[in-house]
């Protein structure tokens, strides 16, 4: 029985939340390493791509709120990502149309990219904390809870309580869904199996026909899909704060890095890798050793390695780890 109630624990407060947290870390990877991979520069406005097109959702959800339109038990949201996915569209075809095109045209090296891509990020900021607001916006609405710690507890007999959100069940179940068609659409459709081309070799790419302004375009498209999806999840699941997508652009960064740059395979795996990582080792283990060990065993102390407040340390500690003793990622991605 004690060593159920330590599986259940062990469920509640790690695994569940890590599974969560890594596939939304894994969809915001997958904008980042396409970048990368198609377009050849480091991204750091994507975290605030996510925060524009979450905020894009979120006023969408406010007037369908307001017309009475809801999901019953899922969140209103669901309905607004399209008018997320649409905002954020909008918003990066714009910046690379007045930004990007004129440094691609230039042939200017990556580093010049990255470095405007961090003015960029700022301007970004700095627009969606002027339409939303610099506090948290709560818009989850529906039911809360697929199982409540109470019901687990009663249907079961067990000391410790299983609660799985509906937030929760819907970033794994939109992850999927989500990945499948990505995957889908790069080897299946032309278009992909052009991107994939303009990735591997772009001199050959264009030598066979290919479009690259269409290459850039479909790429910019599906990146404000991926960053939407990510947001508004990460958003349901935890609260909207734009300063929060600001600093989640280290553990993104960290997971494309950790499973190799500009390999999609790697992004996902990288999203698990520092998510398992950064909810492990910031828990205190004290309730789930002491069901898992004998009373004499049974720890005093929280056992709890880092706070929660170092969480982002974590990924920066496995990003410098993996930059340099790997740096081409664990699934062989491009070189930093």
Do not use: C
Request: hydrophobic share 55%; no cysteine.
């Amino acid at each position: 029985m004690d060593l159920l109630n330590a599986i259940v624990a062990l469920s509640n407060f790690v695994l569940i939340p890590a599974i969560a947290y890594g596939s939304q870390l894994a969809l915001g990877a997958l904008g980042v390493t396409l970048i990368y991979g198609i377009l050849r520069f480091s991204n750091f406005a994507h975290g605030d791509t996510m925060a524009f097109g979450t905020m894009s959702a979120i006023l969408f959800t406010w007037w369908l709120q307001s017309l009475g339109v809801s999901l019953g038990p899922l969140p209103t949201a669901l309905l607004a990502i399209p008018a997320g996915i649409a905002g954020a569209a909008a918003l990066v075809l714009l910046t690379d149309r007045g930004v990007y095109r004129f440094y691609r045209a230039q042939k200017a090296k990556p580093v010049i990219l990255v470095i405007v891509s961090m003015g960029v990020m700022f301007i970004y900021n700095g627009v969606v904390r002027l339409i939303v607001g610099p506090g948290d916006q709560n818009f989850a609405d529906g039911e809360r809870f697929l199982i409540s710690a109470r019901t687990f507890r009663d249907l079961t007999g067990l000391e410790e309580g299983l609660a799985i959100r509906t937030t929760q069940a819907l970033t794994v179940v939109t992850a999927v869904i989500v990945v499948a068609l990505l995957f889908w659409f790069l080897n299946r459709t032309r278009t992909g199996k052009s991107m994939r081309a303009y990735s591997d070799n772009e001199d050959l790419a264009l030598l066979s026909g290919i479009n690259p302004e269409r290459v850039v375009l479909v790429t910019w498209l599906i990146v404000a899909a991926l960053a939407t999806v990510a947001g508004v999840l990460y958003g349901l699941d935890k609260t909207f704060k734009p300063f929060t997508y600001f600093q989640l652009l280290l553990p993104i960064f960290a997971s494309a890095i950790v499973g190799g740059l500009g390999n999609p395979i790697g992004a996902i795996a990288g999203g698990f890798i520092v998510a398992f990582s950064e909810v492990g080792i910031t828990y205190a283990w004290k309730k789930v050793l002491n069901h898992a060990l004998p009373e004499s065993l049974a720890p005093d102390g929280l056992v709890q390695l880092l706070s929660t407040d170092y969480k982002f340390a974590v990924s920066f500690v496995i990003l410098v780890i993996v930059l340099l003793f790997r740096p081409t990622g664990l699934f062989r991605g491009k070189s930093v």
